[in-house]
């Protein structure tokens, strides 16, 4: 018996050993391709590329642009990232609760005479139980679908902009018209577009958004020690 518990334990640590492999080699085939961008472009510090988030930040920053989402207009890209950032803090955030208050009917629902009726009978019961019930649980699945919708769409068309503006830089014009776009369905092509330009360079060359910004501190601080 005791082997038996040994051999089941050393299986199941075995499955989630090789998930977490594969977890691990996903997630280094998405990000490698924009740390080579980040390092080619001239960045300081291209690991960032292997941060959680740190890919968009590359690709974020890496176009020498206006960010233009026609009403929203900012040369600060940088800030846009933080945006984007901040949204999918508070869309999580508000994933977790909605989540939390589902599950919260459910056990509630799941210790009220006859509701075990209910569940059973899919409302067979005339007590008026099975109505609030159902109407609960249908306000609180409207509330996390249309969470999740928010946040598709919001990830969606910033996004869009980001890899617009990351193949134009690559001068991929063309490709710039439409893989965005389809991208936010299938997000494998951006991937793919990543690995053929990670190893060029953007159309400013080899200098990068952190060097181009040092530059400007190094003339600002000379101007200032000529007076």
């Known amino acids: 018996m005791i082997l038996l518990l040994v051999f089941i334990l050393g299986l199941f640590l075995i499955f989630i050993a090789m998930q977490l492999i594969f977890r691990l080699f996903i997630y280094l085939l998405k990000t490698l391709p924009y740390f080579f961008m980040g390092k080619n472009a001239g960045f300081k510090y291209p690991w960032v590329a292997f941060v959680p988030a740190g890919r968009q930040y590359i690709a974020m920053t890496i176009p020498h642009c206006q960010y233009n989402l026609g009403l929203f207009k900012t040369d600060n890209r940088k800030m846009v990232y933080w945006i984007w950032l901040g949204f999918e803090a508070v869309f999580t955030i508000l994933y977790t609760i909605a989540t939390f208050a589902f599950y ?19 409302g067979a ?15 609180t699945q409207i509330i996390l679908y249309a969470i999740l919708f928010l946040r598709w769409a919001i990830r969606g068309v910033i996004q869009w902009r980001m890899y617009y503006d990351l193949l134009n830089a690559y001068e991929m014009n063309t490709h710039a018209k439409w893989a965005p776009a389809v991208n936010i369905i299938c997000p494998l092509v951006m991937l ?19 060097p181009l910004e040092d530059e400007e501190e190094y003339y600002e601080e000379d101007e200032y020690d000529s007076y």
């Open 104 to 122: 919260y009917v459910e056990i509630y629902y799941a210790g009220t005479p006859g509701y075990s009726d209910y569940y059973t009978s899919y």
């Open 125 to 139: 019961s005339s007590s008026g139980l099975t109505s609030e019930f159902s109407t609960v649980t249908l306000i």
């Open 192 to 210: 793919v577009f990543a690995y053929i330009i990670m190893s060029r360079s953007p159309e400013y060359g080899s200098d990068g958004y952190y």
